[in-house]
């Protein structure tokens, strides 16, 4: 098996591969969708895409609980140093191999400050190659934009990008950017856990269908995509 991937519920993923534990984005205990707590999540590495508190969220408990290393950018990295966290920093376009797979930190049109006000530099998307060679892209909070096809370029086996619109791509620029990451499959994220970014999935799923070639899992918080 390639990889696991569990939708825990807003931008919160849970990833299995290699025979690691990766949490990406952990909010938990503020998440109305998540249906596991930041007591009992296990985690080898914690991925933080920007310093956002929907994204941030229960990292610094976490990792304290696991012992998990968490891998930001160079600004969150330091502010988590800080409270006692193992961190390995990267930033944008940069790779480095780690034990789980190659993790290049990707261009994200979005903001990133910290919960306290910190600075929190550039937001970032995750682009993952496991050991066995597929390609993860989970694109973070971000807009549209046209360098999607410089990563799309890379061969993805699955895209992970949010649609709940009005703080990130809404349902008609995510469709346009399945059309320009040209992923095998396709998983939807960042919607529903507020009104203010309720869509229908159903709906956007259909006109993915119709429009591209991906496949589109709409697997509800809690609910896994096993590849292969
Ligand atoms: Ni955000
Ligand atoms: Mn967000």
């Known amino acids: 098996m390639a990889f696991k991937l569990t939708w825990i519920g807003h931008a919160t993923l849970a990833l299995e591969t290699g025979g690691f534990k990766l949490l990406v984005d952990p909010y938990l205990s503020h998440n109305p969708s998540a249906k596991v707590s930041a007591e009992e999540v296990e985690a080898d590495y914690i991925l933080i895409t920007h310093g956002h508190g929907d994204h941030i969220g229960d990292t610094v408990e ?8 968490a891998i930001s950018n160079a600004e969150i990295s330091d502010w988590l140093r800080k409270k006692g966290v193992k961190v390995h920093a990267q930033h944008l376009g940069g ?6 797979g190659y993790l290049k930190l990707t261009l994200a049109l979005h903001g990133s400050g910290l919960p306290d ?5 550039n937001p970032a998307g995750l682009l993952l190659t496991t050991n066995d060679g597929e ?12 360098d999607m096809q410089l990563i799309g370029e890379e061969g993805l086996t699955l ?4 649609i709940g619109d009005n703080y990130t791509m809404g349902p008609d620029d995510a469709l346009r950017a399945v059309k320009t990451l040209t992923p095998q499959h396709v998983i939807p994220i960042h919607y529903n856990t507020f009104d203010l970014i309720a ?9 993915v269908t119709y429009e591209t070639d991906a496949k589109v899992h709409l697997i509800q918080p809690g609910e896994q995509f096993v590849y292969p």
């Open 62 to 69: 976490i990792a304290q609980r696991t012992g998990a290393t």
């Open 199 to 207: 869509q229908d999935a159903d709906a956007w799923a259909e006109r």
């Open 159 to 162: 895209a992970v990008i949010p």
């Open 135 to 146: 390609k993860i892209y989970m694109a973070g909070d971000t807009g549209l934009f046209g």
């Open 95 to 100: 790779g480095f191999q780690h034990p789980f």
């Open 117 to 121: 006000g910190s600075y929190g530099g």
